[in-house]
């Protein structure tokens, strides 16, 4: 298993401090990918991050109703320019604050000029308050899922030992590989009974890119089958918030430890306008 990167030496915030950009993703939907951005999320804010988790899945908008939360205003009134980001984050738990999308809310990539302007000055206005934004994307490859992971600085990919979820990474892989030359990916065995059986579906995925593509995988940890997790989520609560002693929730504290751990882009790239920008394909000039 390989492992993970440098620590930050200076966790100091400065302003105009580049946001560290996740996008977290799983080719299909079941991967439990959304609970792994919650939780993602909680552990990096108690490791002293400030984390805002985007919901990405403009088709059926999820992130605060898994956590029993009521967003009175989301991404779609912040697109029209009725009001800030601001205005529309809700406070989560362990101190993550979310950024709640609409269901049915057009694809980012058929805004207009000033949409995207207005979207890429609303991001800007809060990137001094936030040191990590993860991106929860919509199941699938579709175009939206696509856009807002090539947006991202790192991708992590949640892979289930199961056929349809093994092949659906590698299709997502694929695409992000041969169209977009993404080369780079992090992997996260969801759900699996062993730590042997996490590495053996890490491998089985790594043998399968080898064969076929030129790309680097890197196994972020592994996130053990737990029942409490299934109990949690019928409560609408995240698991570290809920059952912090339970195995998934050491899991998470594991994972939070790797990602604190990755090295932050200190170019103009890591900044989290250009994330935006990225997002909608370059349309607005900086």
């Known amino acids: 298993m390989h492992t993970d990167g440098v620590a930050r030496m200076n966790p100091s915030r400065d302003t105009g401090k580049p946001v560290q950009v996740i996008a977290v993703t799983g080719g299909k939907g079941g991967v439990g990918k959304s609970s792994v951005s919650i939780n993602l999320g909680i552990g990096l804010a108690a490791r002293g991050r400030r984390v805002v988790i985007l919901d990405a899945d403009l088709g059926l908008a999820n992130l605060d109703v898994l956590l029993g939360l009521r967003a009175k205003r989301n991404l779609a009134d912040v697109i029209s320019g009725e009001c800030g980001l601001a205005d529309i984050m809700l406070d989560g738990p362990g101190g993550v604050r979310i950024i709640p999308a609409s269901s049915g809310t057009q694809s980012m990539v058929s805004l207009s000029r000033a949409e995207h ?19 929860d994307t919509a199941a699938g490859i579709s175009d939206s899922v696509v856009s807002f992971v ?22 997502l892989m694929k695409l992000l590989h041969k169209e977009y ?18 590495a053996a579906l890490f491998h089985k995925l790594e043998q399968v890119c080898e064969r076929f593509l030129d790309v680097m ?8 089958y737990d029942d409490t997790v299934r109990k949690c989520i019928q409560r609408q609560r995240a698991v570290l918030d809920a059952a912090p002693r339970s195995r998934a929730a050491a899991a998470f504290r594991d994972l939070a430890e790797r990602v604190d751990a990755l090295p932050v882009s200190a170019s103009a790239s890591g900044h989290l306008e250009f994330f935006v920008e990225r997002l909608l394909g370059g349309a607005v000039a900086g």
């Open 150 to 171: 090539r947006a991202a600085q790192e991708c992590l990919v949640v892979v289930c030992n199961e056929p349809s979820s093994i092949a659906d990474s590698y299709a």
């Open 181 to 198: 030359g993404m080369h780079r990916f992090r992997v996260l065995p969801n759900m699996v009974r062993s730590p042997q059986e996490g």
């Open 117 to 135: 302007a207005g979207l890429i000055h609303a991001f800007s206005d809060i990137a001094d308050s936030m040191d990590v934004l993860i991106v």
């Open 217 to 224: 995988l890197t196994q972020a940890g592994n996130i053990p």
